[in-house]
């Protein structure tokens, strides 16, 4: 005889479900659009002409910080204007342009706020979720953006719920073995809280302590605001 189970309709809670999407192609930034996804990431390698406009770059600009309204077609000209125009920047100018023109057409936007900063220290040290629907994230030289997966959290512990402790110590998380962490080059997509079903769901990361002595070159791409 099969059992009849009686179910409580009040009880039943929808349990959010994230994980993450990688790939070495371009093409899994659609993943994003996936409800199950918190993540994308485009695991690239940094050409050895990026890298030499990269460290052009650092060597000029140790203490720049742009934030910048773009268009794909007008990105190069607006770095060229508020970086200098260089022969030896123009790699990294045109692999920031690619980068525009894929979150835009991905989107469906006319233009992104472009931010380009170096970092002597972690800007944003703590744990946290972003208010918004989608981020680009790439860090072009140094240690890159550190997250966790949505079902290892306990989301009381963000913010104030930490008590004045540490990540680490706040139980947010079990255990340091938990944190996962983008590679130098890498370019990625993490959903805010702001898509459109992600409440308690958007992605929980942070920007990683930088060793004395050391920088990090990164570039966030945003919606912007109308």
Same mark, same amino acid.
């Given at each position: 005889?099969?059992?009849?189970?009686?179910?409580?309709?009040?009880?039943?809670?929808?349990?959010i479900s994230r994980q993450s999407s990688a790939a070495k192609d371009a093409n899994v930034f659609t993943d994003i659009y996936r409800e199950d996804t918190s993540i994308v990431v485009w695991q690239r390698d940094v050409s050895n002409e990026l890298n030499t406009a990269i @460290? $052009?770059?650092?060597?000029?600009? %140790? +203490?720049?910080?742009?934030?910048?309204?773009v268009t794909p077609e007008s990105t190069s000209k607006v770095l060229c204007d508020t970086f200098g125009e260089s022969n030896m920047m123009t790699a990294l100018s045109d692999d920031?342009?690619?980068?525009?023109?894929?979150?835009?057409c991905l989107f469906d936007l006319e233009c992104a706020g472009l931010r380009l900063t170096v970092l002597d220290r972690a800007m944003c040290p703590r744990f946290h979720v972003d208010r918004i629907p989608c981020r680009l994230v790439t860090t072009y030289?140094?240690?890159?953006?550190?997250?966790? @997966? $949505?079902?290892?959290?306990?989301? %009381? +512990?963000?913010?104030a719920g930490?008590?004045?402790?540490?990540d680490e110590e706040?139980?947010?998380?079990?255990?340091?073995?938990?944190?996962?962490?983008?590679?130098?080059?890498?370019?990625?997509?993490?959903?805010?809280?702001n898509w459109d079903d992600t409440?308690?769901?958007?992605?929980?990361?942070?920007?990683?302590a930088v060793t004395t002595g050391e920088c990090r070159l990164l570039l966030t791409l945003d919606f912007i605001s109308d």
């Open positions: 005889m099969n059992a009849v189970v009686n179910i409580n309709e009040n009880e039943i809670t929808d349990v @460290n $052009h770059f650092l060597k000029n600009h %140790s +203490k720049k910080t742009a934030i910048l309204a920031i342009t690619l980068l525009v023109d894929m979150f835009c030289q140094g240690i890159a953006t550190e997250w966790l @997966n $949505h079902n290892v959290i306990d989301r %009381s +512990k963000l913010g930490n008590e004045g402790k540490s706040s139980g947010l998380f079990k255990s340091v073995e938990d944190i996962n962490r983008l590679s130098e080059g890498d370019v990625a997509l993490l959903k805010g809280e409440q308690g769901a958007g992605l929980v990361h942070r920007s990683p």
